[in-house]
């Protein structure tokens, strides 16, 4: 993601990154260290930079969005983290430095998410207590973390995370293979950048197109990254490679072949270059993503 | 704890634990069941039926405490389930039932209580929204979310259970050990107390015996439930005992022994009951409380 405007939003993510965290006591040393150790190691810090890039989308300054995107951050770590232990995943380097088990223990690890999801929640009210006396802007905010809760829980992220779990080992189907990708990944890309919109006060029409936007998106991203365990190396990617064929995920290439995948991926990706086709140069970043994310295919 | 007081309050909780859960797809069965079989297990409901407690000791109807009070047995049962886990815990019997891990996997039981953590912000935050257009209930939602949150994250629970594994087989202190009493039990509680009143839109004065109540019943519940795991028995307290004690715990009665402990214990619950004596018998399921943890210390 070499865009301008993509880095000047993801630096701002990145020089901010910490200082949403609850003030840690001197005793809770490991939490923090452990906290910290996998939030600075990386990565392209897509979730928060939509967000960020929704609220200028809307004609807000992305300052607004800055703890809410943080917070994005927060819960995509603590997932990664979870999902990388032995017990699901069993993996052992991410973003290309050891993973959190391995350098703090499964213990350690376990705990250090649940601690990023509750920053994630205690960032966003601890945000909304700064406006408990200008109702509209605290409606804003009340929308934008119930989006995000929605995005990430039970009928989003963890929903998609416990049916890929459920896949391994069997006969995947078109459906199954949808639900994972629209649960797992699509609804919290969709659920940043609208949250975005909803803390810049958009009107629906926009956030409707944002809404399009995010999930074809977030399927395209799912699909491309699915590629990329096959015909990526691990330097370069971050992470090891050829794991989902060994532990017989269900995903696109598998169901349908690297081809049909590539032009798959293809169609979500112009179907959200449409849906932000009419507002030009306010949909920039979002424009750069769609393009960073189409490279790969060729 | 047979005070029908008590009783009634726990029985609104357990009779409405699942409503607030979200809407769960058909494809999510696995999530649903597990979450369904944790929470349902019993339990005291201490956190919640103090939270309803504390609506009514602020003059309000528990009714109007109930989304927040499912949310804290959402965080309560998955803590227990993280807890549980065979990198922390290794527990396999929990309310008298074998844990989650035990039933449905290691890889399920993490993603439950993620689930579970996550339905916590989704019931509270979707709440929230139905208050969009009432300024003043939905600052006191607000509040009551951000009390949780701050009680159950990084500078409350999670802390508290890091340090708590980190003590297993060290040098055992006492002020790490009231730093991990205050922190893994004591903060919960006491933000359980303090969100009731935050919904009732309480007075600060209320607002401040709620918090010394709540701090001190939660710091003599820990030491009551070291007690036990020493002196009791496996079938009535619902979970296998003496694994403090194997675990190398930092815990009261490893510290001070059986018979400091339980003047510790006394200690606090006094100080509880003081905190709270002005008010009577606004403040009667706060003393059921009480006399339920004084019963074991003879």
């Known amino acids: 993601m070499n865009h301008p405007e993509y880095k000047r939003l993801k630096n701002l993510v990145e020089l901010h990154i910490l200082d949403f965290l609850p003030e840690i006591d001197s005793k809770s040393l490991t939490l923090y260290e452990a906290m910290r150790y996998s939030l600075t190691a990386g990565g392209k810090r897509l979730r928060s930079v939509l967000l960020l890039a929704a609220c200028e989308f809307c004609g807000e300054k992305a300052d607004i969005g800055l703890?809410?995107?943080?917070?994005?951050?927060?819960?995509?770590?603590?997932?990664?983290?979870?999902?990388?232990?032995?017990?699901?995943?069993?993996?052992?380097?991410?973003?290309?430095?050891?993973?959190?088990?391995?350098?703090?223990?499964?213990?350690?690890?376990?705990?250090?998410?649940?601690?990023?999801?509750?920053?994630?929640?205690?960032?966003?009210?601890?945000?909304?207590?700064?406006?408990?006396?200008?109702?509209?802007?605290?409606?804003?905010?009340?929308?934008?973390?119930?989006?995000?809760?929605?995005?990430?829980?039970?009928?989003?992220?963890?929903?998609?995370?416990?049916?890929?779990?459920?896949?391994?080992?069997?006969?995947?189907?078109k459906e199954m293979l949808d639900y994972i990708h629209l649960n797992k990944t699509a609804a919290f890309i969709r659920s940043s950048v609208l949250a975005g919109c909803y803390l810049a006060g958009a009107d629906k029409e926009r956030c409707n197109a944002a809404a399009t936007y995010g999930e074809s998106v977030g399927l395209a991203f799912q699909i491309v990254n699915d590629l990329q365990d096959i015909t990526g190396d691990a330097v370069m990617i971050g992470k090891n490679t050829g794991k989902d064929q060994k532990a017989k995920k269900c995903t696109y290439p598998a169901l349908f072949g690297l081809k049909e995948s590539g032009i798959k991926a293809r169609e979500l990706l112009n179907r959200a270059r449409e849906s932000v086709s009419m507002y030009y140069d306010e949909a920039e970043v979002f424009n750069a993503v769609i393009d960073f994310l189409e490279q790969p295919l060729g």
């Open 67 to 173: 703890p809410y995107a943080c917070a994005l951050e927060y819960i995509q770590t603590y997932s990664l983290i979870h999902d990388d232990l032995p017990a699901i995943d069993n993996d052992d380097l991410r973003r290309g430095v050891p993973t959190s088990h391995k350098v703090y223990g499964e213990d350690v690890a376990i705990l250090t998410g649940d601690g990023l999801l509750s920053a994630a929640f205690e960032t966003m009210t601890k945000d909304m207590l700064l406006y408990l006396d200008d109702p509209d802007v605290l409606k804003r905010k009340v929308r934008a973390a119930f989006e995000i809760s929605k995005g990430t829980g039970c009928r989003g992220m963890v929903a998609g995370q416990i049916a890929d779990v459920e896949s391994v080992n069997r006969q995947c189907s």
